[in-house]
């Protein structure tokens, strides 16, 4: 399954990780100061961030 192999290919270290029938779930701590190449993802995905903060370009506009 694709969404399989794109969630367990994200970097950072993999805490736990369960694929549902349409949809994945994955706890992944990234080390501070993390920077990733241009790169895209595919099918969608969403991020919850439980302590520390990240930013993210898409296209010309940053999201913190």
């Not at 099918?43 to 302590?51: H, S």
């Not at 370009?57 to 913190?64: C, F």
């Amino acid at each position: 399954m694709r969404l399989q192999t794109t969630l367990k290919s994200f970097a950072g270290e993999k805490l736990q990780y369960r694929d549902l029938p349409g949809f994945a779930v994955g706890e992944t701590i990234y080390p501070a100061g993390l920077r990733m190449p241009r790169h895209g993802h595919e099918p969608a995905y969403i991020t919850l961030v439980l302590q520390g903060g990240y930013d993210e370009t898409v296209g010309a506009t940053t999201r913190s």
